[in-house]
């Protein structure tokens, strides 16, 4: 786990020097005693090879106790490039494409902002897929990253999503902690987005062999086979319906929501929403990330014995202290 505590500059670190795939950030002169950490990450490589996911937890952003967090699938030859420069820039672009919208109050946030923030994500997510466009001796026609960011600025989460990682809150509800996602996994085989898809004289469609897994072709040719449907890069696509917008959403927090869960699709495709708020709810919260990697590692030995077994990245945002007896919790329905 990296971790850096430093004033913002145009990026957290420069694309040839950054930190581990899992960096804790967190920005000076917000708070005169510091910020306590109040959030969990952890990251593994899976056995295809260089880990290409990334993760953030950025504290003091944008205003007092507000925090950035995201994480980012790399795929393709450059995947673990491209997934990394975004990680390193995409929170200074949003900020900039906010302060270029309206004047920023560094001490509130008004629910009424929402479409103002929902611009500045598009716009932000708009450069940021400029700039990996313009990355020198990187190819980035069949490489990309999808993303999903939340931004949490007083009681509001702001999430931006980009593909098929998730995000997910562990509420508290009558029969225990249970799971809520924020989020669609836009994939090509959700209708909406193979509609559009179509639309641009992409194809849509899954191999003989792995028929569950729709994927995104070119007009006339077998490739590349894309396996989600909105991405930074995959450039060779982006005339086909592959778009870098996100999908922007708002949830105002309850007292009841105890913490929020991002993580890439390596968790995904082998444990449940409830599965993962679950093992968040009985670890302690400096390992609950790493306990969730732990658990989907085991659950692709054991689902998925044959195959390689994907990277996996999760963060965990808590909401309020977890000092409870995990004995005496009820487990989800």
């Not at 000092?323 to 919790?329: G, I, K, L, P, V």
Request: charged share 20%.
């Amino acid at each position: 786990m990296g971790t850096c505590i430093s004033t913002a500059s145009s990026g957290i670190y420069d694309i040839e020097h950054g930190p581990e795939n899992v960096v804790y950030y967190q920005e000076t002169g917000k708070t005169g005693d510091g910020i306590d950490r109040n959030g969990s990450l952890h990251s593994q490589q899976g056995s295809k090879g260089l880990n290409q996911d990334c993760g953030i937890i950025y504290q003091g952003y944008g205003m007092e106790h507000g925090t950035f967090c995201g994480v980012f699938d790399g795929h393709g030859a450059n995947g673990h490039v491209v997934s990394k420069l975004v990680r390193n820039r995409l929170p200074s672009l949003l900020l900039n494409q906010m302060n270029n919208i309206m004047k920023y109050d560094t001490t509130s946030y008004d629910k009424k902002d929402f479409e103002k923030w929902k611009e500045a994500c598009v716009s932000a997510f708009r450069v940021m897929d400029k700039e990996v466009k313009l990355l020198e001796n990187v190819d980035c026609a069949c490489s990309g990253t999808t993303a999903v960011t939340v931004t949490k600025q007083g009681d509001d989460l702001l999430i931006a999503n980009l593909g098929d990682s998730r995000a997910v809150l562990g509420k508290m509800g009558k029969n225990g902690i249970q799971a809520v996602q924020l989020t669609t996994d836009l994939k090509p085989c959700v209708p909406l987005e193979a509609e559009r898809i179509r639309a641009c004289n992409g194809r849509v469609l899954a191999l003989k062999d792995e028929s569950h897994v729709q994927r995104v072709w070119l007009p006339h040719e077998d490739s590349p086979g894309l396996a989600m449907s909105r991405a930074f890069g995959d450039f060779m696509l982006k005339n086909h319906g592959v778009i870098s917008t996100p999908e922007v959403t708002c949830h105002r927090l309850t007292f009841s929501d105890q913490f929020l869960v991002l993580a890439t699709d390596g968790v995904w495709d082998v444990l449940s929403n409830n599965e993962v708020v679950s093992i968040i709810w009985a670890a302690k919260s400096e390992d609950a990330a790493k306990a969730v990697v732990d658990a989907a590692t085991a659950a692709w030995e054991h689902k998925y014995p044959t195959s390689r077994r994907d990277d996996c990245t999760v963060i965990c945002l808590f909401f309020h202290s977890l000092h409870h007896n995990t004995e005496s919790q009820t487990q989800p329905s």
